[in-house]
């Protein structure tokens, strides 16, 4: 069986390239397709894909194209549309905000999009035009927004089935698309053999430092976790890179620590030294790195908004805090820092408990279930 996978683009490494990487090792011959390729911006997960054979799109290939490819996002059907994938038998695309459910295929050809949302700046969610300040910017943004929303919709009725990667984002496919999906949530990296740790330890961790993981973008609301560490003066770490740093600094106080993206070694030692994960992300689809918090035995505090109910239990695993800002943060950083030893322990076994249902082996079961349901092949 000839298998493509499609992806939106690879030049950053987030949740949903983490779905693309699961795919890959499920389907290891599987010829993988995208818009825009820059291995080293990848960092240091550049390794898992360094040896894929990718094909990129035409736009990919012209310098200036690939290198400010956002104003030029109008350009996305002509990309998607221009892929001929009449030689394979199954087709998954890997679908975000640049749309690459929107290829075009041909009976008998199978497609399958795993959709991580609807494009958020087609739809009234927060994205970084939010804070766009040059006026003909935004102006020239609604614009091509408006015919991108008409083609998104019609593109959207091409995939054979949908898979969305949360309960929110089923809703939202419902909504914008008017269309039936089913929820395969991504596959998360659980680290293995800390479940026994975790019960070994008694009340609060060494560490004294909450950490969060994240793009260091507008929408993701960092500001409010680095004001909460200025209020009451918490040792906080913040793990990723973004064109939000210089401004996040500026406003960070002296128990802010910004790490850039660090090795696996340094990654797990940081997080088994931390007390509690923070996430501030507005109307997140699902939120991967939560979940990866929580395999780590980390009790979340998050922001309660999108697909993050759908696995943060308030008082079980977590906390979820009600307005975004730095007060209704701080109300449960200090809820969970008036927790009893066991009762503190009891939180992080649930938190381990609930990344568990989330693992990689599970996202695999679940994928190939589907597809041998839809598909007379053997996978």
Same mark, same amino acid.
């Given at each position: 069986?000839?298998?493509?996978?499609?992806?939106?683009?690879?030049?950053?490494?987030?949740?949903?390239?983490?779905?693309?990487?699961?795919?890959?090792?499920?389907?290891?011959?599987?010829?993988?397709?995208?818009?825009?390729?820059?291995?080293?911006?990848?960092?240091?997960?550049?390794?898992? #894909?360094?040896?894929?054979?990718?094909?990129?799109?035409?736009?990919?290939?012209?310098?200036?194209?690939?290198?400010?490819?956002?104003?030029?996002?109008?350009?996305?059907?002509?990309?998607?549309?221009?892929?001929?994938?009449?030689?394979?038998?199954?087709?998954?695309?890997?679908?975000?905000?640049?749309?690459?459910?929107?290829?075009?295929?041909?009976?008998?050809?199978?497609?399958?999009?795993?959709?991580?949302?609807? /494009?958020?700046?087609?739809?009234?969610?927060?994205?970084?035009?939010?804070?766009?300040?040059?006026?003909?910017?935004?102006?020239?943004?609604?614009?091509?927004?408006?015919?991108?929303?008409?083609?998104?919709?019609?593109?959207?009725?091409?995939? %054979?089935?949908?898979?969305?990667?949360?309960?929110?984002?089923?809703?939202?496919?419902?909504?914008?698309?008017?269309?039936? =999906?089913?929820?395969?949530?991504?596959?998360?990296?659980?680290?293995?053999?800390?479940?026994?740790?975790?019960?070994?330890?008694?009340?609060?961790?060494?560490?004294?430092?909450?950490?969060?993981? =994240?793009?260091?973008?507008?929408?993701?609301?960092? %500001?409010?976790?680095?004001?909460?560490?200025?209020?009451?003066?918490? !040792?906080?770490?913040?793990?990723?890179?973004?064109?939000?740093?210089?401004?996040?600094?500026?406003?960070?106080?002296?128990?802010?620590? &910004?790490?850039?993206?660090? =090795? %696996?070694?340094?990654?797990?030692?940081?997080?088994?030294?931390?007390?509690?994960?923070?996430?501030?992300?507005? %109307?997140?689809? &699902?939120?991967?790195?939560? #979940?990866?918090?929580?395999?780590?035995?980390?009790?979340?505090?998050?922001?309660?908004?999108?697909?993050?109910?759908?696995?943060?239990? !308030?008082?079980?695993?977590?906390?979820?805090?009600?307005?975004?800002?730095?007060?209704?943060?701080?109300?449960?950083?200090?809820?969970?820092?008036?927790?009893?030893?066991?009762?503190?322990?009891?939180?992080?076994?649930?938190?381990?408990?609930?990344?568990?249902?989330?693992?990689?082996?599970? &996202?695999?079961?679940?994928?190939?279930?589907?597809?041998?349901?839809?598909? /007379?092949?053997?996978?």
């Amino acid at each position: 069986m000839k298998v493509a996978l499609i992806h939106d683009q690879l030049r950053e490494f987030g949740g949903a390239e983490r779905v693309l990487v699961a795919l890959k090792k499920i389907f290891p011959q599987a010829d993988v397709y995208t818009t825009t390729f820059d291995l080293n911006s990848l960092g240091s997960h550049k390794n898992l #894909v360094k040896n894929w054979k990718v094909n990129v799109s035409w736009f990919g290939k012209i310098p200036i194209l690939n290198r400010f490819y956002s104003p030029f996002r109008f350009l996305t059907p002509l990309i998607w549309e221009s892929f001929d994938f009449s030689k394979y038998d199954l087709v998954i695309s890997s679908s975000g905000s640049w749309m690459s459910k929107g290829i075009k295929t041909k009976k008998p050809t199978l497609h399958i999009s795993y959709v991580h949302h609807p /494009p958020r700046y087609l739809y009234g969610y927060e994205t970084a035009i939010e804070w766009q300040k040059y006026w003909l910017v935004r102006i020239y943004a609604y614009i091509v927004n408006h015919f991108l929303r008409i083609w998104d919709f019609q593109s959207s009725q091409r995939p %054979d089935y949908l898979i969305a990667n949360s309960e929110e984002t089923q809703r939202r496919i419902k909504k914008f698309y008017r269309r039936n =999906s089913i929820v395969i949530y991504p596959p998360v990296t659980i680290l293995s053999g800390h479940s026994q740790g975790v019960q070994k330890q008694k009340g609060h961790p060494k560490g004294d430092h909450y950490i969060t993981v =994240s793009r260091l973008a507008r929408a993701k609301h960092i %500001d409010v976790l680095i004001k909460a560490a200025n209020k009451l003066k918490f !040792n906080l770490k913040i793990v990723g890179t973004g064109r939000d740093e210089k401004y996040l600094k500026s406003i960070a106080g002296p128990t802010v620590e &910004f790490l850039g993206n660090l =090795s %696996d070694q340094e990654f797990k030692k940081k997080f088994l030294n931390a007390k509690g994960f923070l996430f501030a992300s507005k %109307d997140e689809e &699902f939120g991967i790195a939560p #979940v990866e918090a929580m395999g780590y035995g980390l009790p979340v505090i998050a922001y309660n908004s999108g697909g993050v109910p759908e696995y943060i239990k !308030n008082g079980v695993n977590g906390y979820l805090f009600n307005q975004l800002n730095e007060n209704s943060l701080v109300e449960k950083i200090n809820e969970l820092t008036r927790l009893g030893g066991e009762k503190y322990l009891e939180m992080k076994k649930e938190a381990r408990k609930t990344a568990e249902r989330f693992g990689e082996k599970r &996202f695999e079961r679940e994928i190939k279930s589907f597809i041998k349901k839809v598909l /007379p092949y053997k996978v």
